[in-house]
Nanobody, 119 residues
Framework: QVQLAESGGGLVHPGGSLGLSCAAS????????MGWYRQAPGKQRELVAV???????HYGTSVYGRFTISSDNAKNMVYLQMNNLKPEDTAVYYC?????????????WGKGTLVTVSS
């Protein structure tokens, strides 16, 4: 199993920047990829960004060019740098791990951290 703990959320003005961190613990060697998802009030959870163990990245269209995902495999950490934040980026941000359990892929989730973009 894997445990995920996010940190770094808070209140930021439009146009500002904020960084999120996610620490993974447990059976981390079986993690194929880690990423960030977000859920705004009344909306479905959506992909923000994902990074594979090999370093390949993929971004949601709404954040492309503004957000950057990175990881430190030695520290079992994944980061999300968010720039030029907009009010519509307000959401609870969840860390996700894509875990290989034998032939089965299992998703693990953190508890989430709130990001509020407001003037």
């Amino acid at each position: 199993q894997v445990q995920l703990a996010e940190s770094g959320g808070g209140l930021v003005h439009p146009g500002g920047s904020l960084g999120l961190s996610c620490a993974a613990s447990g059976s981390v060697s079986n993690i194929n990829a880690m990423g960030w998802y977000r859920q705004a009030p009344g909306k479905q959870r959506e992909l923000v960004a994902v990074i594979t163990r090999g370093g390949a990245t993929h971004y949601g269209t709404s954040v492309y060019g503004r957000f950057t995902i990175s990881s430190d495999n030695a520290k079992n950490m994944v980061y999300l740098q968010m720039n030029n934040l907009k009010p519509e980026d307000t959401a609870v941000y969840y860390c996700n791990a894509d875990y290989q359990d034998g032939l089965e892929l299992v998703d693990y989730w953190g508890k989430g951290t709130l990001v509020t973009v407001s003037s």
